[in-house]
């Protein structure tokens, strides 16, 4: 019913609405149900792309009529912080994934490597975002107030080798990330743009 009141409400096309909520509706359904990605490493690569990237451009197709890769581009840190979120998780429970034949990357990876891994999940944002604020606009800049909490979510996380769970600091790290980076854009004067030819 959501969906066919958006195509009503919307000037996007309705085969683009309908594939990209039913993207997400089937994604969403091959992490958790059927075949159930998440018991095997495809499942944070579905993550990385679901929760991030697809989400924010169904999001910008509803509500501005066509599809654009811009919203793919600026979403990308925000999905790189949401994948930590999985993997912290995955990392808590590497033994019981393993006696259970769960193979997730914190599984393949291990303590160390998942250590390493979750640090580039968790800084490589603000690495995008200090880039975005030197070619386009200070404003950029504005997610970086939360750097000092990261910093702090990363330590928890090394001395407890992901034994300690930080996942519900870090959807609150990405809220405060994401709420940042939508008043940087809304304050640019330019953005970073995605120009398909």
Same mark, same amino acid.
């Given at each position: 019913?959501?969906?066919?009141?958006?195509?009503?409400?919307?000037?996007?096309?309705?085969?683009?609405?309908?594939?990209?909520?039913?993207?997400?509706?089937?994604?969403?359904?091959?992490?958790?149900?059927?075949?159930?990605?998440?018991?095997?490493?495809?499942?944070?690569?579905?993550?990385?792309?679901? /929760?991030?990237?697809?989400?924010?451009?169904?999001? #910008?197709? !509803?509500?501005? $009529?066509?599809?654009? *890769? &811009?919203? @793919?581009?600026?979403?990308?840190?925000?999905?790189?912080?949401?994948?930590?979120?999985?993997?912290?998780?995955?990392?808590?429970?590497?033994?019981?994934?393993?006696?259970?034949?769960?193979?997730?990357?914190?599984?393949?990876?291990?303590?160390?490597?998942?250590?390493?891994?979750?640090?580039?999940?968790?800084?490589?944002?603000? /690495?995008?975002?200090?880039?975005?604020?030197?070619? #386009?606009? !200070?404003?950029? $800049?504005?997610?970086? *107030? &939360?750097? @000092?909490?990261?910093?702090?979510?990363?330590?928890?996380?090394?001395?407890?080798?992901?034994?300690?769970?930080?996942?519900?600091?870090?959807?609150?790290?990405?809220?405060?990330?994401?709420?940042?980076?939508?008043?940087?854009?809304?304050?640019?004067?330019?953005?970073?743009?995605?120009?398909?030819?």
């Amino acid at each position: 019913i959501g969906l066919w009141a958006l195509m009503f409400l919307s000037q996007a096309r309705s085969e683009h609405l309908a594939g990209l909520f039913f993207g997400g509706l089937s994604s969403s359904f091959l992490y958790s149900g059927g075949i159930g990605l998440k018991y095997y490493v495809l499942g944070d690569v579905l993550v990385i792309i679901t /929760f991030g990237p697809l989400a924010v451009l169904f999001s #910008y197709v !509803v509500q501005c $009529g066509h599809l654009s *890769a &811009t919203p @793919l581009l600026l979403a990308f840190p925000l999905a790189l912080n949401m994948e930590a979120i999985i993997h912290s998780k995955h990392t808590c429970h590497i033994s019981e994934h393993q006696q259970a034949g769960i193979v997730s990357l914190a599984v393949l990876l291990g303590h160390q490597g998942s250590y390493l891994l979750f640090a580039l999940l968790l800084f490589l944002p603000y /690495f995008i975002l200090v880039y975005w604020m030197m070619q #386009y606009s !200070v404003f950029f $800049g504005l997610p970086l *107030a &939360t750097l @000092l909490y990261a910093f702090g979510l990363e330590r928890r996380f090394r001395e407890s080798r992901g034994q300690v769970r930080v996942s519900s600091e870090l959807a609150r790290l990405n809220l405060t990330l994401g709420l940042l980076l939508v008043l940087g854009c809304a304050l640019a004067s330019d953005i970073p743009q995605v120009t398909v030819t």
